[in-house]
């Protein structure tokens, strides 16, 4: 029989805080008790909670691209960015797979099919250390994203499709001149190259983005996947996302959206990114204005994986909240969404032992150590 034993931690479950100790046997939680003991880790009085689980990251694209004009080895890439996630407490993700792109032969083009692949061969090969899902974010105007979203529909690691559109005036760039800003500072537009390439994000969207919306929700109702909009704006938006079924509101940039998602019962999912830095970097809804309205359910590291665990505290400090509660952003409801909270999301008997050992000096939180299914891999 294998056991450990993790004491002296004020360990987060769902509706407390208990100072105690918490037993594992064969890679699954097998008790929890108040008080200390003489055998085990002794953790001190440090957090224990349950492992991470994040929705939407595309980490694994800043791996394989660290700078515009380099392409790391694709499994070397894979590789770096399951540690980056361990090592940021995140013990189950989607990694977000973006289909079509808004630039025409970038990179996210091409690549999506070897990302996929790397990342079914990682976790069958045991290669990995996280649980990784496969999270297709379709861009509407792309001509082919259903063709694509159709072969990748029974893929065995698939958990979350989302439907993006990108197009400038609407969504997360409402204001054309901050998109203007944002892409030419990007990609090195030209005033008139800026101009042919509004027009022609434009005249995509018209083209394609509506017929798309419709096949692939269709997909993802038969196939019974969960659905996720983003960056919704306005309260027709939401009303769209109901009535195509949606589960998840990724992102929405106003306190309209937001509100009415949460209204008709859509889980919010807002970025941890937000949190820390106090705002959108697009410009848009504050995370901490929503959440302080309690109208946030979930939080995505997004781009920087170790800001999911700093959300957690920011939470608690800034909103006198305790961590159980607070902690609920990243782990249980993430867990309800894709339908895994039945075996993992939460400290109680019997579920999957992902866990993490966290200090807290009141600067930055810090990750002492990170047990999946019982092992520690961190």
């Known amino acids: 029989m294998n056991e450990q034993v993790y004491t002296n931690y004020r360990l987060q479950l769902p509706d407390q805080e208990l100072r105690g100790t918490l037993v594992v046997r064969d890679g699954k939680i097998a008790d929890i008790q108040p008080g200390i003991v ?11 909670m349950p492992g991470l689980i994040e929705l939407h990251t595309d980490n694994l694209e800043k791996c394989m691209s660290p700078r515009p004009s380099v392409k790391w080895p694709l499994e070397a890439a894979a590789t770096y960015h399951d540690r980056d996630l361990i090592s940021a407490g995140i013990t189950t993700v989607c990694d977000a797979i973006g289909v079509g792109d808004i630039k025409p032969g970038s990179n996210r083009m091409s690549h999506f099919r070897p990302m996929i692949d790397i990342i ?3 976790q069958k090969a045991g290669r990995f250390t996280a649980d990784h ?28 499709i989302s439907v993006m559109d990108h197009t400038p005036g609407q969504r997360q760039f409402v204001d054309v001149k901050r998109y203007t800003e944002y892409y030419m500072g990007k990609y090195g537009f030209s005033a008139q190259e800026m101009e042919n390439f509004v027009k022609m994000r434009r005249d995509l969207q018209h083209k394609y983005a509506e017929k798309n919306r419709k096949s692939i929700t269709q997909l993802t109702q038969e196939k019974n996947i969960s659905l996720a909009t983003h960056d919704d704006a306005t309260v027709q938006h939401i009303q769209e996302a109901v009535e195509n079924g949606a589960a998840i509101a990724e992102f929405p940039t106003t306190l309209d959206a ?11 999912l807002m970025g941890s990114p937000n949190l820390v830095l106090g705002g959108s970097h697009s410009g848009n809804i504050s995370a901490m204005e929503l ?8 939080l995505s590291s997004d781009y920087v994986p170790h800001s999911l665990l ?9 909103l006198r909240k305790p961590i159980y509660e607070a902690m609920r952003l990243v782990t249980s409801n993430p867990a309800k969404a894709i339908n895994l909270f039945h075996e993992r999301g939460s400290l109680e008997v019997g579920k999957q032992a992902d866990l993490i050992t966290v200090h807290d000096d009141g600067v930055v939180p810090r990750i002492t150590s990170v047990i999946r299914k019982g092992q520690r891999v961190a």
């Open 38 to 48: 003489n055998i085990g880790k002794n953790g001190n009085g440090d957090y224990l």
């Open 291 to 298: 959440i302080q309205k309690d109208l946030v359910d979930i």
């Open 133 to 160: 899902r496969l999270h297709l974010r379709c861009e509407l105007s792309y001509d082919q994203v259903c063709d694509v979203a159709s072969e990748y529909s029974d893929h065995p690691l698939l958990s979350l």
């Open 310 to 318: 700093q959300s957690i505290f920011v939470i608690a400090n800034q």
């Open 120 to 122: 079914l061969e990682g």
């Open 258 to 268: 937001a509100k009415t998602a949460h209204k008709s019962g859509l889980k919010v």
